[in-house]
């Protein structure tokens, strides 16, 4: 069940610094590391559409300037004032305007302008042009980089227009009029392709847009965004350069253009939760996130795959539609017998599999990709169930208890739908055609697997979709031998990323983290994250599907939870203070949707339940407010930042066996590995995590970028397992480190790996 409350949303902006509880909705969050308080940058082409739309623009039918009223070339120096057009995206007043500028400094590849008022008011000044104009002529994000942005993606994705006769791109810095508010979203740069036509408002030339207000570009942050903004939209300039392609494409090649940049690439976790949708689709609002995701994630395969000339080549097919990546995947692996549906098909496994030791095309280089999600059965009995698959999209279906395991897929009569086998078991895996429509044993499970999860997929381009939300229905069923067994429901991250802290609430303010149900289980246990030693109360309800009031019947006897410890900023992960309390006795049915449910009946001498990232869409924790600042007590989902929901840390333990089938159940990994630091760019503390086969010493240290190792974080035995360590960026000597790019080592045994991470404050 999805639990959305967009009529009661009230967003929790997060507190600066530690601060009391108190009743209003400000400063719900206590505890809360250091975040920037300029806002968020947000995608500037559901504006720049409205703009055109507006002033009755078809930017798919730009005529370019034609070559005998170009210019020579600009011959620029520094010094020299021009009067560019510029764009009110304000959404108040839709229109072009003229703003004065300055050229304050000239590359190999660009000129760099910047809005008079600007450099006047001190938003810009030459340290911060430089740095811009280095990175887009000299050395971009990477290590020891010798390349620009802009050659990097002129290697990547080929040659920008050029309608002005001048091969130099213009970078024009100024403050882009976004209606941008203290706090809230703005517009970090683009690129408009108006520019390179013949309209009354064009410059009539290759201009990159380029904010300072709020993005400050006197800042190691904000240069680090500013020019992760300028390589995803040159790759925006040089792609129409070729072809008005696809939204999905061209946001996907800009997505990876800032990677091949060196900067970030997206986190992809709404994409796991999502991975049952139409690949080419692209909506704007809430969903445009889950698109950028997809789109990130898609290119950053297919660069894996095929090395970055892969954007090249399907760019210089001008196709836009899916034939242009088989045509140029055949350019790159003439041999491979590789086409968009095979690589398709290989994507979907690697986003749940993701082990290119077991097979290059199953997998990611670029660790930390989520796994994608989607139904599972721990009891292998399943009776007639109808399901959906979108075309080009992938539904998975687990199983992950029992043996004996026997499966039938029924296609109804629709040849297009294809079936997978993804076997994993204890150091082995098996990946494996299901025909459909007949049953298919699996013997093997439950003894050299324990767990298999079926893809059931689409990728036949010939079939018709009436529309891009379409699914294509299919039945299954199985059958098997039940097992006991009990699994931790879990949607927070406090085992792998720092706690946020703790909302700071008010006496008679309710929690609650909602679950869904898990068919024929017992609820055997809960799990808390406290904030410190005093005691909280608490109780299990049914809930009701009811935003406005989603508590049922109360379905166990109050309870008290006393805390353990009380850590203190910055916070160790796994989160310490979990405090567990046995239900087993007590009978409740965890088929149904349930909630663990806390009372803050005396806040001073209350404990307080911690709070973790989510950057998921669905909504399972909840508050009720017992006096908010809207007067208008209720349910609320309560925001830790402008992307993410606080969660509470509450688990559920269910199962049909004693807890003990889960206790202490892990299986050790089969190699070394390091994996990347979260979250990456960090401020100011960010977590590493690593697995040893077997029992190892271990060092992990920390280098600038200099080679100068600055911290040692551990240097010791650790046993075999997956491990996870803080580094909270200060030295050796508990000195803060500046801003930069950091490079952290594991050392062990035969094993040495190296990672980039990025600091940025």
Known sequence: MKYKFFNLLLIAVISFSTVTAQSSIQNRLVDETVQSQDGY??????????LSKAAGIDLDKIEPVPPQLRKTNWNFNVGSTYQWWAHDLSGTSITFYQTPTTCRAIGNNCYIFVEDSMWTSGRVDQIAVNRVLEAFDTKNALPNSTKGIYQTNVESFGNPPNVDNDPRIIILILNIKDGYTPGNAYTAGYFYSYN??????????????????????KTDNGIYTGMSITAHEFQHMIHWNYVSSTTFYNEAFSEIASYLNGYSLRTTTRFANETNQYLLIWRDGNDVLKDYERAARYALYLSEQFTPQIFRQYLQTKIKDASGITLAAQVLDPTGNRNFETIL???????????????TRYGYQLSGQPQGIGITHNNPNVPNTSRGVSKYGVQYISYK??????????????????VKAIKIGNGVKEVVNVPTNTDVGFSDFGTT???????????????????????????????????????ELKYDEADTKAALGAFGLSVNDTIAVLFNGMSGTKLQKIKVGLRNTNQITGRIYRTTGVTTRPLGQPISQEFTLTGNSAPISPFPVPWPNMVEFDLSSQNIDAGQNFAVVFFYKGISGNNIVVVAHSPVEYYYSLTYLNSPSSNSPGWYYLKSSDTEVGLYVIRALVGTGPVSVADGMEIMPANYALEQNYPNPFNPETVISFSLPKSSNVQIKIYDVLGKEIRTLISEERNAGKHNIYWNATDDYG?????????????????????????MK
């Open 41 to 50: 940058p947000v995608d500037a082409r559901p504006l720049l559409e409205r």
């Open 449 to 487: 697997y324990n767990e298999i999860t079926f893809a059931v997929y689409i990728t036949d381009q010939n079939l018709f979709m009436p529309s891009a939300e379409s699914q294509f229905n299919f039945i299954y069923s199985s059958t098997g031998t039940e097992e006991n067994f009990v699994t």
């Open 345 to 359: 098909e290989d994507w979907f496994i690697a986003n749940y599999l993701n082990d290119r030791n077991y097979n």
């Open 735 to 759: 000195k803060r480190v500046s801003s930069g790019v950091y490079f952290y080592t594991i050392i062990t045994d035969n094993f040495s790996q190296t990672k980039k991470m990025v600091l």
């Open 401 to 418: 208890a029992g043996k004996n395991l026997s499966v039938n897929f029924n296609n109804l009569g629709n040849s297009s739908i294809k």
């Open 196 to 217: 390179q036509g013949t309209g009354s408002n064009s410059n009539k030339a290759e201009v990159f847009y380029l904010d300072a207000n709020p993005l400050n570009l």
